[in-house]
């Protein structure tokens, strides 16, 4: 059997993990960078067509170029950040099933005159992959501070090369500074979120 991970590893990933604005002075370097998506990959999808697409913004000045695209509030920390990931969703990803998902070949030809099935696809699935690239990034001791505030289309436009990748979320990364955490908020009890049928 499994065995649950111990009190220390859950409160690492969820208890005690808090969305970050503020960060301490660390560096995240390419290694640690490439280390995160080797880990949040393996989260499943529907059909493994993991549509996600992370953009690293690293250089100097793909940072300066990003920063003017976040909404005002969001811009301070994302200048701050010692990394950020533009998580996207590729519109496109059916053409990648032969490599991901070679035993539904007919749905992925299917798929290539469907653009709306593609389009509510690629939400579901690389939403949950950008959950699983927060959890990665804990489990690695990062931490997270994701944002959906930003000019999406003038993103999409400056950071995918024409390719059709949809900004769902920028995700600052680094080693949060607790001094810059609001007090934690509430999380619905079982009672309001859950039913037992
Ligand atoms: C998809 C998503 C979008 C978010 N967008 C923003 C944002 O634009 N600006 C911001 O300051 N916080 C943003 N947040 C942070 C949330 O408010 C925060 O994760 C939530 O309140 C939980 O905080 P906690 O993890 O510290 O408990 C976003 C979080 C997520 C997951």
């Known amino acids: 059997m499994t065995p649950a991970l111990d009190a220390a590893a859950l409160a690492q990933l969820f208890t005690d993990a808090r969305t970050h604005n503020a960060w301490r002075d660390e560096p995240v370097d ?11 990959k393996w989260g499943p999808t529907a059909m493994n067509t993991s549509p996600l697409r992370v953009c690293f913004v690293q250089s100097p000045e793909a940072r300066e170029r990003l920063i003017p695209l ?12 010692p990394a950020v990931a533009l998580l996207g969703r590729d519109l496109d990803f059916h053409t990648q099933m032969p490599l991901l998902a070679p035993h539904a070949s007919a749905v992925a030809e299917r798929l290539a005159g469907q653009p709306a099935a593609r389009e509510g ?6 939403g949950l992959q950008i959950g699983y690239f927060i959890l990665a990034a804990r489990s690695l001791g990062l931490d997270c501070g994701p944002m959906a505030g ?16 949809k900004t769902m979320v920028v995700c600052n990364l680094g080693h949060g500074d607790p001094a810059g955490l609001r007090a ?5 009890a079982f009672e309001d979120a859950c039913v037992v049928a």
């Open 121 to 126: 696809m690629s939400s579901l699935n690389a």
């Open 70 to 81: 976040m909404a005002e509030g969001n811009r301070a920390k994302t200048a701050a950040a």
């Open 184 to 188: 934690r908020a509430a999380r619905l």
């Open 150 to 165: 930003f000019d999406a289309a003038a993103v999409d436009a400056a950071f995918w090369g024409g390719r059709a990748v």
């Open 30 to 40: 390419a290694a640690q960078l490439r280390q995160l998506y080797d880990l949040a």
